[in-house]
């Protein structure tokens, strides 16, 4: 069989150093993403080194008033935590909207991050791959391309990033918290995936020999107005064609601060600082917020079987934004808001 | 009432503790002693020659027994005749490893057998095959020029009847007329239970073979013709299929592997596939269809035309009835109806729950409300109006037809009448509304099975047939039979099915199981019930004595006499008196085809739906649904409602989501898991109301039951996109309606 070793371990600096004296070793935490690519031999790993046992599965509060979430607190535990709820409500619905209540009970918050594309080709060994197979060639420019990005694409790969919890993340301004042998670094939330460029292999900037520990929220309030939309095939249990995570803060009814991200049509969640400043300071209105679902994908480019996911888009970022504004992500439509 | 009347009631499982406790077994859970494993390897091309198979490096690895390919398969059957399995279609059936050709994408080219599933499975994916790759064509839509009518050979299968009338002029000189193509693309069964064999070697060439197959003795016939064994060294056991939706009435390749593998090593072998190789064969095939329909002043149907264009493999013309219906649904005298194949380098197409009809259904019902709206008509009334009364196809008369009462009744269950014609007229808040109808008819048939039945001392009666249960609950309708017909209560009647050593049953499918062997059960315990008559009599004092088999009812325990109930003889009595251990009989039931064939047999449903549709952003749910169906008899209506229920929901994933998504420029499949294949969850599916309609008939069958397993899907997609019309005003003739389509 597929034979790997299989350690656990119970420190951070023990687990960095084992996963940095080969490139073949893989942490294993949740198991939901990395056991499905050791099924396909996508990934064929010679060692596992277990993190469950580390002790990174709390949700705390920062000194400067934000929250930590351990990076192996569970999606579940994550999504249903008081203070997530209460403060982060957008990263509470962002995480429901994804996968099914099984799979959210393993996951955990870092293997959200670091889960690989969804990309057909990605997972069948006998179509070359550029993000498999450096080099290989893209299948999915040509063939059939519905579910893969139609922003900030190249030449080399248009996979999209398919988490929801991250689309979230990245419009709350998160940081990451790593640890590699050099030590502990924060990463802004825009700067932990990266767009494929030429090299689709890389999906982030984590250093082969970094663990991620934590994802520190800030102390910033956006639980009244927000709204996280996911348009998908089938109402639980599938991934994301377009999701928009959008929060407000209104004066009244004018915009004071944005924040506006996208799943499903990039490498990377798609935050759009552009747009948001075309919100900022503007009246809630329905033309504002199309004036900014317009810039969004003013660069976009569709693929054929994709191309759809361009005026989806456009029209999902008007309504989330319009969801935001009254304060009703959870009311208007039973269907688009259930997370079963 | 007596309390061992049980057709007609509502009726629990009686399989269900067993298979929700993990006590019924599945072909690949049978852990026989010292079993090996094979692991399929498939191929990575589509079209081409195996050049070159690097065996070597496998068989070093340790644990690997051997690696079977084209190079070292025994000689085996030489005609295809061997290979002809109950449903082969006409052609040349694919023999697994027979050359180093290589027909269609993911074939199996090798199996890699090993001491554990692990070691097997890590082997084969280590092979290394050299192929030379030829051209390939998977693509139907650019096969449009390239259709033949295919010859005959398939089970079931009717050539379109010939034109009647002047379909082109009527169509021509019709008020009005609609045309248009429908689409859908191939769609794979995806059952829960992955096929999968285990092959007991009992030595000498004796084989046990726990097979996923919804035919034991489709399985066993298969096995014994291409590797030349008695049936008498070769059972086939199938107790329980985890679905079964059509995709097992063919052997699969996993049989053919694992019985040669097993002989081959002299040793038991398993070999189950893996999601993926799900995709690897037959499935409903991908169709093009062309309907055009012409209307007179009145709303009478002036003309039908129909022509279907479907995919085959390159080695066998798999045909289905997909146009035939369009000249029996509906009263019409000028009706044209072609169908074609193309050929394709793609494993040969199956039947899948409703084959034909499902598609056929599916574009005549939209064509259909198409025509309504050009006439101004609504579109119920409309099919009203030009409601077929015969069969026109068949010229003859239909032997029961509640089809009228299907529409009335699941009309006003609908609430039909509230519902206002326009499109884009109803609303609930910011959702547009729409509300459609369809439906559907499907054949009636009764197989020629046979049972045996045999009670014990102790009062405890068992009833055999090798039928098979594909979770429609033949197992708990079966035992209904048997326990009325003997007037034994229902915990003391056990059935057995699934294994070549019972009595012979035709394959479980084309909805005729309940009428095939029930009639065979009811037969054999009739039989057994007649015995037990002649020895009831010959107890001391029996109040039976001089009656016959007519004069008497097997209720409540008892044999009594229907002129004085209060005459009888309690059955657990009869054996004990008569010093007897055992009683047992055989029976069997075959159609009775003088005078079924004077009659056109039919069951026929209407379906009711509503959709709330976000129009922004392209999203559907279907909301409600009624179905109200007339099928005969109903023997059981829990399990017959969760036919229908079950039909419902795969009518909403045909609609709204499935889709096998063919790349063709590799020829494979590319959604070829449960992940990315999508099937309706249960946040998808809000009402559905089940309305039966019943007929009685002893034209079809002795029992009356004319199935339900596939009826209830017809017309389901076609009236979701009816009223996807009804809400929006766009017409969605391609399949699936995703959220791209309406934007
Ligand atoms: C059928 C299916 C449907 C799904 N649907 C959705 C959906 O709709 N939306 C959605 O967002 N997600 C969905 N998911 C994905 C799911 O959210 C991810 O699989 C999950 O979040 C991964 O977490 P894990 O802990 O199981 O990671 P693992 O599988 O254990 O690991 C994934 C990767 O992350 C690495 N890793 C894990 N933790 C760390 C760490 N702390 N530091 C560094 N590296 C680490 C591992 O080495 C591995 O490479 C779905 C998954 C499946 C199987
Ligand atoms: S889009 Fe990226 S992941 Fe998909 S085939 Fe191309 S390179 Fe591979």
Redesign the pocket.
């Known amino acids: 069989m597929n034979s790997f070793t299989y350690t656990r371990a119970t420190a951070v600096d023990a687990a960095v150093r084992e ?1 940095s004296a080969a490139s073949s070793v ?12 050791m099924k396909e031999n996508i ?1 064929r790993p010679t060692r596992l ?1 277990d ?1 469950n046992h ?1 002790p ?1 599965k709390t949700i705390d509060g920062t000194p400067d008033g934000g929250l930590r979430l351990g ?2 607190a ?2 579940a535990d994550t999504a249903w935590h008081a203070e997530v709820q209460r403060r982060y409500p957008l990263l509470s619905q ?2 429901l ?4 209540p099984q ?2 009970n ?11 594309t ?1 990309c057909y080709y990605f997972y069948d060994l006998t179509t070359p791959c550029n993000k498999r197979e450096p080099g290989s060639g893209c299948s999915a420019i040509g063939g059939y391309n519905r579910v893969c990005g139609v922003l900030g694409t190249s030449e080399s790969c248009i996979a999209t990033h ?5 689309v979230a993340l990245a419009a709350l301004d998160a940081t990451v918290q ?1 640890t590699g042998k050099n030590g502990e670094r924060t990463v802004r939330f825009a700067d932990f995936h990266r767009l494929p460029e030429d090299q689709p292999q890389f999906d982030n900037t ?1 250093a082969p020999d ?4 934590a994802i520190d929220l800030p102390n910033e309030d956006f639980s009244q107005h927000f709204s996280y939309l ?1 348009l ?1 095939d089938r109402t639980s ?4 064609l377009v999701s928009v995570a959008a929060a407000l803060q209104l004066d009244g009814t004018t915009i004071r601060d944005a924040r506006l991200a996208l ?1 499903g049509v990039a490498h990377k969640p798609w935050r759009d600082a552009a747009a948001e400043d075309l919100l900022k300071g503007q009246p809630a209105t329905e033309e504002t917020f199309r004036k900014a679902a317009t810039a969004v994908v003013q660069q976009a480019k569709g693929y054929g079987h994709n191309t759809f996911k361009i005026e989806l888009a456009k029209r999902a970022i008007v309504r989330a934004l319009k969801q935001a504004a009254e304060g009703t992500q959870t009311a208007t439509d039973v269907f688009l808001n259930s997370n079963p | 009432m007596s309390t061992t009347n049980y057709i007609g009631k509502p009726t629990s499982r009686v399989d269900g503790p067993a298979k929700v406790t993990g006590a019924a077994k599945y072909a690949a859970e049978f852990n026989v002693p010292n079993l090996a494993y094979g692991y399929v390897v498939s191929s990575a091309v589509t079209k081409g020659k195996i050049t070159k198979i690097y065996t070597d490096e496998i068989l070093a690895i340790a644990g690997v027994l051997q690696v079977f390919s084209h190079e070292n398969v025994p000689s085996l059957a030489w005609l295809d005749r061997s290979y002809k399995d109950d449903v082969a279609p006409g052609g040349s059936p694919f023999r697994p490893l027979h050359s180093a050709e290589v027909k269609f994408n993911m074939q199996p080219v090798a199996v890699v057998v090993a001491e554990t599933f692990e070691v097997a499975r890590y082997a084969a994916s280590l092979l290394r095959i050299d192929y030379d790759v030829v051209e390939h064509a998977t693509d139907l839509e650019a096969k449009r020029d390239d259709g033949y009518k295919p010859g005959g050979g398939k089970t079931g299968w009717m050539p379109p009847p010939a034109p009647r009338g002047n379909p082109n002029d009527a169509l021509q000189n019709a008020a009005h007329r609609v045309e248009g193509e429908f689409i859908h693309q191939a769609q794979h069964h995806n059952p829960m239970e992955m096929f999968a064999t285990t092959v007991e070697w009992l030595g000498d060439k004796k084989l046990k073979v726990y097979d996923k197959t919804q035919g034991a003795f489709n399985s066993q016939q298969y096995v014994t013709k291409i590797f030349g064994l008695s049936k008498d060294n070769v059972q086939v056991i199938s107790k329980y299929t985890g679905g079964g939706f059509g995709s097992g009435l063919r052997p699969q390749y996993q049989l053919f592997l694992a019985v040669l593998a097993s002989l081959e090593l002299k040793r038991s072998v398993r070999v189950s596939l893996t999601r993926q190789q799900m995709f690897s064969f037959g499935h409903r095939p991908h169709t093009l269809q062309y309907l055009a329909l012409g209307a007179n002043e009145d709303g009478s149907l002036a003309a039908v035309h129909h022509h279907a264009l479907a995919e085959t493999s390159q080695f066998e013309d798999f045909t289905e009835n997909v146009v035939n219906w369009s000249g029996m649904l509906y009263q019409c005298d000028n009706v044209k109806l072609t169908y074609e194949l193309a050929k394709l380098d793609v494993f040969t197409p199956l039947d899948m729950r409703a084959p034909g009809a499902a598609t056929g259904s599916f574009a005549l019902e939209i064509a259909m409300d198409e025509l309504a709206y050009k006439a101004g008509l609504d579109p119920l009334e409309f099919r009203l109006r030009n409601y077929a009364a015969r069969d026109q196809n068949a010229d003859k008369p239909f032997s029961s037809k509640k089809l009228r009462e299907c529409y009335h009744e699941g009309a006003a269950k609908f609430g039909w009448a509230k519902r206002t014609p326009e499109p884009r007229s109803m609303r609930d808040g910011s959702q547009l509304v729409g509300w459609g109808v369809g439906g559907g008819v499907w054949d009636a048939s009764q197989q020629k099975a046979a049972a045996s039945a045999s009670l014990n001392v102790d009062g405890k009666l068992t009833v055999k047939s090798g039928s098979n249960e594909i979770g429609t609950g033949t197992y708990t309708i079966m035992t209904q039979i048997a326990a009325e017909t003997m007037g034994l209560p229902l915990e003391a009647v056990t059935f057995e099915l699934g294994d070549t050593a019972l009595p012979e049953a035709p394959l479980q499918g084309g909805s005729w199981t309940a009428a095939s062997v029930g009639s065979g059960v009811k037969a054999a315990c009739d039989a057994l019930g007649e015995k037990l008559l002649k020895l009831a009599q010959k107890m001391e004092d029996s109040p039976l004595k001089g009656v016959t088999y007519k004069d008497v009812q097997f209720v409540n325990g008892q044999i009594r006499l229907y002129s004085d109930p209060t005459q009888a003889v309690v059955i657990r009595d009869i054996l004990p008196a008569n010093g007897q251990e055992k009683l047992e009989a055989d029976g069997s039931a075959s159609p009775d085809m003088a005078r079924q064939s004077q009659y056109s047999l039919h069951a026929h449903n209407a379906v009711f739906v509503e959709v709330k549709v976000d129009e922004d952003l392209g999203t559907v749910h279907v909301t409600r649904v009624v179905n109200a169906v007339a099928a005969g008899r109903i023997l059981n209506p829990k399990t017959a409602r969760s036919q229908v229920l079950g039909s419902v929901v795969w009518g909403i994933s045909m609609a709204m989501m499935e889709e096998s998504v063919m790349d063709h420029g590799f020829g494979r499949y590319m959604n070829h898991n ?2 990315e294949y999508h099937v309706p969850v249960c946040a998808d599916i809000h009402d559905i109301d089940v309305v039966f309609v019943e007929e009685e008939d002893d034209i079809v069958n002795p029992l009356g039951v004319k199935g339900i397993g596939e009826v209830g899907l017809l017309g389901v997609a076609a009236a979701i996109a009816n009223a996807v019309y009804h809400a929006t005003g766009k017409r969605i003739r391609n399949l699936p309606i995703s959220i791209g389509k309406l934007l």
């Open positions: 996963k893989r942490f294993v935490a949740g198991g939901t993403n990395l056991l499905d690519l990934e080194v993190i580390l990174l990076a192996l569970t999606n962002a995480i909207a994804g996968a099914s799979l959210r393993m996951a955990t918050n870092g293997g959200n991050l670091l889960q690989r969804r398919p988490s929801d919890m991250c790593v984590l970094e663990i991620v520990t996911k998908r249990y599938a991934f994301a799943g | 449960y992940a």
